[in-house]
């Protein structure tokens, strides 16, 4: 077999995505307990940025930290390469967890048995549905009293629109959990608590009928059968292609914290989760098999080091073969570039690659070449889309306080702003400034990093603001009344592009209103101007 198409058919790449607190970083961590990754539970520090630490600046520094180290965890599992892609757990950081899902081949949804469907967990997949990407969902907690599991798996068809079929079901739940039976395989595994355990009591059942059910669970034997009868009715036969579309998510219950239908899941995300796939570029789609490397950046992280204003960017290989060295096509730069120093990461450490296939990402050095959705390639001249830039949804101008730092503001805006933390907007042939963020915290790290990075300072202005939208036009008539009656509310962004933000949801509806031949996008991708997400 050709040494690619060898890597790609090795190569699992997801991300594991939830409303804060559900168990995102305890399951992560069993993960790769189980992967051999780490050896002692504790491990893999959260990254979240807890709310309490919201104006914490060395908090926050601290978290991030902790963030770069544990972007990417590649580890080995059943003779597969799996590359877990980290994503920020605080809401105020969503839009990087956005960009890192356009990143993936898949990924694992964990919710909280107790919580249901929680609003991160909504928007998460909204960003899922818009790709199809396969969705594997794990209900997590199952140790607590939580809510009954066909009420959960009704809400999350309901609220995240994606058809569930569960491979395994409960017995119990909360003090009375008693464990979970494996649909397919009529095993059902016994729970213990115990957090380092790797091994499970599993048993075998000659099917639902067997009588040594009931020896194993006497008089919940009946309830049981009741309940897995009734899953088999409902939901019907599991197609796993349903699951490669997007379109059917198949769900495990268990508890992360105690270990506990981890393996069932990784064991299932080994055997069904997709290899890397086509991506869709400017020319078309583009196999993952192609002779030529390609890949695209969708997260930058700056040096913590503020002495040093390098940055990782991180490259997924889309296609062919990554070398260290070789010279690389950077498409909007127009430039070829080598790369002497790629890195890749393994649990908390980095190490150098010397090259990288498809499935794979990578960190890059960076001393400000790139901007998020900068594709390279051997040569071509395609640029990757789906990489999605969304509405903020908090607006301020920028107060410059020291006029003597002027320039380093300038150049600080512009790298933050490359870099996704926030979006820049300007007036007045870029006079006026105004950021625009999914959270208020980020106003907080952007100063901070303004001040220690660049030296500059600023202050941050509110502004009545509702929400910005990038307009499409054909000719200026298009927009003849929105230049005449909003001028004050029409802004450039980074790439030269017309952005209304409205005032309020009043002003926005006016606009479309009168402006009929002109279109209104709150989101768009980064390469593709065209596209309403
Ligand atoms: P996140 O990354 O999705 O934000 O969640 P995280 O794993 O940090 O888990 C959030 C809290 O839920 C943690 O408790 C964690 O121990 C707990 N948890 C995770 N899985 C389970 C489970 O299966 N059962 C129970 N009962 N709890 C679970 P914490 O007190 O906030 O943090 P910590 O002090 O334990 O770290």
Known sequence: MPEILENIRNRKTFAIISHPDAGKTTLTEKILLYSGAIQIAGAVKSNKIRKTATSDFLEIEKQRGISVATSVLSFEYSDKKINLLDTPGHKDFAEDTYRTLTAVDSVILVIDCVKGVEEQTEKLMKVCRMRNTPVIVFINKLDREGRDPIELLDEIEAKLDIHVRPLSYPLGIGYQFRGVYNIFKHSFAFYQTNKQRIEEDVKLFNGLSDPELDKSFGSDAEKLRHDVNLVEGIYGEFDIQNYLSGQVAPVFFGSALNNFGVKELLETFIEIAP????????????????????????????????????????????????????????????????????????????SLVDDAYPGDVIGLYDSGIFKIGDTLTEGDTFMYKGIPAFSPEVFRIVRNTDPFKSKQLEKGIQYLTDEGLAQLFTQNLGNKKVIGVVGELQFDVLKYRLLHEYGASVDFLGMPSYKAFWVLFETESDIEDLKRLRYNSLYEDKNGHLVFIAESEYTYHMAVEKNPKARFLSAIEHNDFTVNL
């Open 275 to 350: 290899n890397p796939l086509p991506r869709e570029a400017t020319n078309g789609f583009i196999e993952p098999s192609s002779e030529k490397f390609s890949g695209f950046i969708f997260k930058i992280h700056a040096n913590l080091d503020p002495k040093h204003r390098d940055r990782i960017a991180f490259l997924r290989v889309c296609s062919g073969k990554f070398e260290r060295n070789k010279y690389y096509h950077h498409v909007r730069l127009k430039r070829d570039i080598k790369f002497p120093n790629p890195a890749s990461f393994m649990a908390q450490s980095k």
